[in-house]
């Protein structure tokens, strides 16, 4: 069992950064395949970055490709979600997930879930 805690939303303007981050509880924080989704009003879900439980393997949406660079603290029990350039339409809650295993696609399934973290770019 994991918990995990995001942390970091807010506003912002476009063309902004912001790095959110989401902690996780339990010591095996390292054999965990972990990804960030979010949620736009009226939208699904929709997956935006993955990272692999060494750290070595990391995914990008082609929507955030080129601006967004996920990396995790084995120390810390933390991944992160560092984003630059902000859109308008980066608008979203933003959900950091985890599956107890080392590699997965990143269609999941994902077994854990934060609350989410809302990040709103202004135009």
């Known amino acids: 069992q994991v918990q995990l805690v995001e942390s970091g939303g807010g506003l912002v303007q476009a063309g902004g950064s912001l790095r959110l981050s989401c902690a996780a509880s339990?010591?095996?924080?390292?054999?965990?395949?972990m990804g960030w989704f979010r949620e736009a009003p009226g939208k699904e879900r929709e997956f935006v970055a993955a990272?692999?439980?060494?750290?070595?393997?990391?995914y990008y949406a082609d929507s955030v490709k080129g601006r967004a660079t996920i990396s995790r603290d084995s120390a810390k029990n933390t991944m992160y979600l560092r984003m630059n350039s902000l859109k308008p339409e980066d608008t979203a809650v933003y959900y950091c997930?985890?599956?107890?295993?080392?590699?997965?696609?990143?269609?999941?399934?994902?077994?854990?879930w934060g609350q989410g973290t809302q990040v709103t770019v202004s135009s």
């Open positions: 997930a985890a599956h107890p295993v080392i590699y997965m696609d990143v269609t999941g399934p994902w077994d854990y």
């Open positions: 339990g010591r095996t924080f390292s054999r965990y395949f």
């Open positions: 990272i692999g439980g060494s750290g070595g393997s990391r």
